[in-house]
Structures are given as C-alpha cells and as structure tokens.
C-alpha cells in the first residue's frame, strides 16, 4: 500500500530525523521476519532479516512468535494480520503474507510491529488490519537496520479506515450474534469462525474478519476480562488466540483452551436464550456504533457478569434485558424513556420474554427508530453530530500544558463535536488540567452558548456547580494551574453556564453555598471573582440572583471586618504622590470590593427607608 511507503518506517534508521534535545515522540519498533533456513540451529528457520531494535531483542521475539510467523498448507496463499503479547506483555502486530522462499517453495513473510503496554490498542489494531499497511514488496527487499514507526502516522492510518468499518458492521450482524452467544455462555472460550471463498448475507466475506472482530470489540470492550488477541486468517485454530478465521477445521487438540467453533451460515433451528440474548445485544450496537467499547447492559448493568458461573449470569442478564424491553433504555450513562416502537414490533424490540422460536430472521436489518412528525425547531448549531474521533479521551489525557502542537490538534478535533461528546468527557474525572481548559474553553463557545437547547444548559449548569465551578485542580497529579487562572476560568463559567439560570429554584442551595464561601474567602482572588462575576462582569450583564442569595452576600460583607479584595500588583515607591482629587479618589472606591459592596448596601438601606416613610 502507497501509505506504508510514504512512511520513514522502512527507511533505514540513519535517514531518520534524530536530535538529543528533541521532544521525544512515541514509536514502535518493527521487524522484518523471512525463511533463512535452520543452518544447523533449532527452531522454524524464520530470521529477522530488519529491525529497528536490537538483534538479541530481535531474535527472542522470533522464538516466541513461532509459529504464528509461519501460515503453510492448503488455503495458505493469502494475506492475514496477527495481534498477540510478548511474554513480557509488549504488543506484537504482524502482517504476513505468503511468498517464496530462495528455493521456490512456498513460504511466508512477516511485517511485525512491536509496541509497549498502551500502544497498538485494539481498536487501532483492527483498523490497521483492515487493509494492511505497506506492501509485500517494501517488506521482501527490507534488511539491516530500520528506524522506529511513530505511533501517529499508525493511528492516522486506522483512523482513516474505521468510519467505513462502522459503516459496514450491518453486513456481518449473523456472525457478530453467533459469537456474542458463544461468549455470553461461557466468556473464556476461543472462538474459530469458518470462512470460505462466498459467504451468505451476515457472514464475513475473506477480507471481512476484522469488521466481525471490530463488531465484537465494541459489543464487549473489557467484560469478557481477557486480551484481544486475533488472526484474521490462518489454516489452523490451535494457535493460543482469542479469535481466529479458518477455512477449514482440522481435529482440535484443545491445547490452547475450550474452543467454540463456529460454522459459517448456519443457525441454530431452537434459538437458546444465549442466542435472542445476543440478538437484542447486537441490535443495541448497530444503533449505537458511536459509543465507547462494551454495551451498557455488560460493561454498566453487568460488569462482574463474566466471573459468575452461566446460570447466574444468565439470570441477571434476563432480568436485565427484560427490564429493557418494558420501555427503559441507557444511553451514555443516562436513563431516557424509550419511544413507543410501531406495530407489529419487530423480534428484536418486543420485551425480552416474548421472544420464541420462530425469531429466527437472522439477516434481517436493524430496526431503525420510528421517525416523529415534522416539527418546527429552533436554529441549530453549525457543528454536526460528530461519533467521538478515535482516540479523544486518551489523547486528552495525554496532554500537558506547554505542547503547542498538540493543543491545536485537540482544539480541531473538540470544535465540531456536540455538546454530549464534551459534557462525557467532563464527567470521566480523567482530564489533567490543560485538557479541562480546552473542554470548558470549546463548551463556553458563543456559538454554542446561542444556539445550545435549555436542557443542554441545565446539565452543564449543573455540572459546574457539581464541580464548585472547577475551582479546584482535577486531573493528574503534578500539574500545577495559578489560583489567578482558576479563579478567572471560574468567573467565565459562573457567567455563561450559571448566571442565565441563577433563577431557577434548583440552583438555590447550590448558590448559596458558593457564594457564602467565596465571600468568606480572605484570598485577594476571591474577591476578583466576585468583582467579576457579581460587581463588573466582563459582559457588562449583572447576574439576576435570587433575593434571597442578595441578602447573604450583603450579610457576609458587611459583618466581616475585612472583606476580601482584589489582588492589585504591588507599585514601587516613587516620588511623594499629590493630593487625589476628587475623580481620583471616586474611581479608587468604585475599584475597592469592600467599598463597592458598603455603598451597594448604603443606597438599599437608604431606599429601604424611603419606601417605609411611603407607607
């Protein structure tokens, strides 16, 4: 593939771009693996003829690969991807493909990429195993010394690939209901999937395994409690991996584990509760692709279900899908009541119990949601509902303040996603402080402020209030954000996020609170983020705060003998200053929070008399 040559990762290492003082990128190594012959050594004869790490590393990931460097017999000639772990728990990608070897005989050769726990992860994986990466050519003529590949250019390259991936999960929903029955029975098992040249609707194709494998990533994402390992195609199932496709079935020697083996097209005539089970599991996935890995009903509902013995767990799934069926689903960690589906309802939909025998439309489409009547809505925001780009969440939490690339990276992929994708990453918790910033920073977009829906608004006004308007450093630890800057970020949010809803009798207690505490706060920031957010806010808009919030701020002030004020830079001493006038002296006041607030209260207790010498 031209995307492999564009690359420097077949370059020799020399040609690589190398600097002590650079920022250091991450990268794997990769190694080029080709039949040498034994010359009188023991072990398969396959030899790491390129690599970018040392020979002696080099030489034991040959010996621990073995077999899985090597595809021989009938059915052979034909390119497959391999994902396993190294004893030492490194990741190992390997394409192979056949060729010959210096005799002419048939042989394989291998392209195999090397990473370190938390690189080459499973879904980047499937996207580079569905095409490849590089051609066969680029890896015969490869010898010597090879530079590193920066994980980047591998992820750019499986990015590319996984929208069509999604898109095309629908044409293998037969398999991914086969296998997800065979896991939900017993999660521990192997599973070898029979592929042969033509396969029926709902079958994978010989190019289709990594969109069943993709299928079944996001269906269980870490239930299971196991490593995806895989071989999108190999002529023997025996090999230690948790999925395999064959294209045909020699006798099992059950070295590797329990194996499930399931045969191509062909469907169970009694469907067993395993099976309507996986049919309601993988509808739920077809309609919500998007989503992070693992369905709510396991990862959220079920998440110890993979360590319970079958009869239990298929207790509590039913309880669980049934529940379901009654009109209840969770989408994205929050419950919705579901709308009421036409009739006659499709197997899939009808509550969880009422499925029988005769459910077996296993090709049938997904059933898509019923449309509602035309509505007039209000204008909506420029930005299209956008899946989270792969990868979001952990390149957020990757990031670190000073990283300029990488921040305006982040910054174009937060813009065009909608409000949903960056509240769920607000509430992971997971965020260091710089990636906060750019969350809250793309949230309080005007844009987005004008066009975002009132109950969009309640939820992120809450949230912020939730988290004491992220006064507080969150994330990682060791990074340290001034007090200056968090009080300020916190003024802006105070102004768009809660001021426009400060009326709302919900936010009553909440408010309350906050500014009880920040009018307390003897710190000179406190009393800016009160001049900023209550006093002189930067839109000129004084917040329309309950009455009863007015009275506990004039009451806090006004009983402290020294209320907080504004942080003023120090001024050194020059020569004797002159008299103020009497401008001075007035604009000096209007910037003291103390006198501000004190005069506030003398014109109220002066009207407040007034009106009683009225009546």
């Known amino acids: 593939m031209s995307e492999f040559q564009e690359m420097p990762s077949m370059s020799s290492a020399a040609s690589a771009p190398s600097s002590a003082s650079a920022h250091p990128v991450p990268s794997v190594h990769q190694l080029v693996f080709r039949w040498e012959g034994n010359h009188g050594r023991q072990g398969t004869g396959m030899k790491a003829v390129a690599h970018s790490c040392s020979a002696e590393r080099a030489e034991q990931l040959g010996r621990e690969l073995g077999p899985l460097l090597w595809v021989s017999g009938p059915g052979a000639a034909r390119p497959s991807v391999v994902r396993t772990l190294s004893r030492d728990g490194e990741i190992l990608l390997a394409r192979r493909w056949p060729t010959k070897d210096p005799y002419g005989r048939p042989s394989t050769i291998s392209h195999v990429l090397v990473g370190a726990p938390g690189t080459l992860k499973t879904r980047q994986c499937l996207g580079l195993a569905y ?20 994980c980047a250019q591998l992820d750019a390259l499986a990015r590319q690939r ?11 929903r037969r ?16 599973v070898s999937l029979l592929v042969e040249e033509t396969s029926p609707p709902g079958w994978p194709d010989r190019d289709g395994a990594p969109l069943v494998y993709l299928g079944l990533f996001l269906l269980f994402g870490s239930w299971p409690g196991h490593e995806w390992t895989f071989a999108t195609y190999d002529t023997v199932d025996t090999h ?14 059950g070295g590797s584990g329990p194996l499930a083996r399931v045969v191509m097209g062909r469907t169970p005539a ?6 309507r089970a996986a049919i309601h599991l993988v509808d739920h996935l077809l309609a919500h692709p998007d989503a992070a890995a693992g369905v709510p009903q396991l990862l959220e509902k079920l998440s110890d279900g993979a360590t319970l013995d079958w009869a239990r767990r298929r ?25 009421a589906p036409p009739r006659p309802t499709p197997p899939a939909e009808r509550p969880f119990q009422e499925l029988t025998d005769v459910d077996r439309d296993w090709d049938r489409p997904s059933p898509k949601p019923p449309l509602p009547a035309p509505t007039v809505t209000p204008p909506q925001p420029r930005r299209t509902p956008d899946p989270e780009p792969y990868g979001l969440h952990e390149e957020l939490c990757d990031h670190r303040r000073g990283d300029l690339q990488q921040r305006t990276i982040l910054e174009a992929m937060l813009r065009p996603l909608p409000d949903e994708v960056l509240l769920r990453e607000l509430r992971s918790g997971e965020l260091p402080p710089d990636a906060l910033d750019l969350v809250l920073s793309e949230l309080g977009d005007e844009e987005r402020r004008r066009t975002r829906p009132l109950e969009m608004r309640h939820t992120l006004c809450a949230q912020v209030l939730h988290n004491n308007l992220y006064l507080t450093h969150h994330g990682q630890p060791g990074e340290l954000t001034s ?3 968090l009080a300020d970020r916190a003024a802006d949010l105070f102004t768009w996020a809660v001021a426009p809803l400060a009326r709302d009798d919900r936010y009553l207690l909440d408010l309350q609170e906050l500014l009880a505490r920040m009018c307390r706060d003897p710190h000179p920031t406190a009393g800016n983020w009160l001049r900023h ?3 002189a806010p930067p839109n000129s808009e004084v917040p329309d705060l309950p009455p009863t919030v007015w009275q506990q701020i004039l009451h806090v002030l006004l009983t402290r003998p020294n209320g907080p004020q504004p942080a003023v830079p120090p001024r050194p001493p020059t020569t004797t200053p002159e008299p103020p006038d009497s401008a001075s002296r007035f604009s000096d006041l209007t910037n003291n929070v103390g006198c501000v607030v004190g005069l506030f209260a003398a014109v109220i207790a002066v009207l407040i008399g007034i009106a009683l010498i009225v009546m």
């Open 131 to 150: 095409g490849g990466w590089g051609p066969r050519e680029s890896a015969e003529q490869a010898s010597g010394t090879l530079s590193t590949v920066e």
């Open 162 to 172: 996984l929208p069509e991936m999604l898109g095309r999960l629908e044409s293998v």
């Open 175 to 190: 398999a991914l209901i086969l296998v997800a029955a065979e896991w939900l029975r017993d999660p521990a098992q192997r």
């Open 240 to 253: 230690p991996l948790r999925l395999t496709s064959v294209p045909r079935w020699e006798q099992d020697t």
């Open 270 to 275: 009694t469907p067993q509760f395993e099976h």
């Open 315 to 339: 207790d509590l799934l039913g309880r669980i899908l049934n529940a379901e069926g009654r009109g209840v689903e969770r989408r994205n960690g929050e419950r919705q009541e579901a709308p």
């Open 483 to 485: 007090r200056a800057a």
């Open 533 to 535: 957010t209550v006093i």
